[in-house]
């Protein structure tokens, strides 16, 4: 009251700061709050992948005689890491996945109709060193692949979690199926519907290019003791979903998709069938490699031989969680 310009000097500064707080409060509120509607709305996604610099810094600090033997050691990400993840409650479905290209046989991926698919005429030379030592030219026609195959190691999978695929008939492949190899696998309807087929119908791919076996690659693999029946497999249609991804005729690079690049061309099925398949190839080829290089310390080491379990093994895990705020914790 002695000073009361003072005073009011002072209750009008503790005012304003006051007023500065509360709305700080507010706004720091009003993040929290944000941030909180962000995480809801976007995918409860993890990956658990190999930290390549890791191993790269690992690799560099050995010395140098020891850097080759590691490499033959590179690690993967095993079966019994991928369950031990799994056994959290908060995992709705895992994408173990190994993506793959392949070619069809008696159907036909569906076409783009785009520039690359008028013009493409998929010719090109190949050279090698034949048994005299001279040069050896081919010109042949290279046949792209139509099929792009997504082989998952589990049942579940994200996209259909995410309704990125919807099941419109028949049913996803189950882990026993999985864990038995079954030869089965799902479609999308678009490809169904080309090439008129339906729940129970088979079908055929191969993982090699039909034109290898009539060029020189033919007798590379006839030495090796592979054939064409080596690379074909024959699958179940148990499913047929749909993509609600589509082509985008007016991206940048739509003109120039192959047709295994369309998302109407995916087929889903069991890694385990492609890891069977693959472990044949595999070990006619280290026998051939074997016998052939008989002063090879990496192929003369049984301990070195392809097995399930390294094709099987993946770089990279994708997780989905139950609740996108559960993220930061697990």
């Not at 419109?168 to 696998?185: F, H, L, N, S």
């Not at 129970?200 to 590379?220: K, L, R, V």
């Not at 080596?230 to 940048?252: H, M, R, S, W, Y």
Request: aromatic content about 12%; proline content about 4%.
């Amino acid at each position: 009251t002695r000073k009361l310009s003072k005073s009011m000097l002072l209750a009008l500064t503790f005012f304003v700061i006051g007023n500065f707080v509360i709305v700080g409060l507010g706004i720091s509120n009003a993040a929290e709050q944000a941030k909180v509607m962000t995480r809801k709305q976007m995918r409860a996604a993890v990956t658990y992948q190999m930290d390549y610099k890791a191993f790269r810094d690992y690799i560099e600090e050995l010395p140098e005689e020891e850097q080759a033997e590691a490499y033959n050691h590179y690690p993967y990400i095993t079966d019994d890491e991928i369950q031990a993840l799994m056994a959290d409650d908060r995992i709705i479905s895992v994408n173990a996945i190994t993506n793959l290209q392949a070619w069809p046989i008696g159907i036909e991926g569906v076409p783009l109709n785009n520039e690359y698919e008028q013009n493409n005429q998929g010719s090109s030379m190949s050279c090698w060193i034949d048994e005299t030592g001279q040069e050896v030219c081919e010109e042949y026609t290279w046949v792209d692949p139509e099929l792009f195959i997504k082989a998952n190691g589990f049942s579940g999978m994200i996209e259909f979690s995410d309704e990125m695929y919807i099941l419109k008939e028949g049913r996803m492949y189950t882990q026993e199926e999985i864990e038995d190899a079954e030869k089965v696998c799902l479609i999308t309807d678009t490809l169904a519907e080309h090439n008129n087929l339906r729940v129970g119908d088979m079908i055929e791919i191969s993982f090699e290019s039909p034109t290898n076996f009539n060029n020189h690659y033919n007798s590379w693999y006839s030495e090796m003791g592979l054939t064409e029946e080596d690379f074909k497999l024959e699958l179940e249609v148990i499913g047929i979903f749909d993509n609600t991804q589509t082509a985008d005729p007016t991206a940048d690079n739509f003109n120039w998709m192959a047709k295994y690049e369309s998302p109407e061309n995916i087929v889903l099925m069991p890694d385990s069938i492609y890891a069977e398949h693959q472990l044949n190839i595999s070990l006619k080829s280290w026998e051939y490699y074997k016998q052939m290089w008989p002063d090879d310390e990496y192929y003369q080491n049984e301990d070195n031989m392809p097995t399930m379990d390294n094709i099987l093994s993946k770089s990279a895990v994708t997780l989905l969680l139950n609740d996108p705020l559960e993220v930061d914790s697990f």
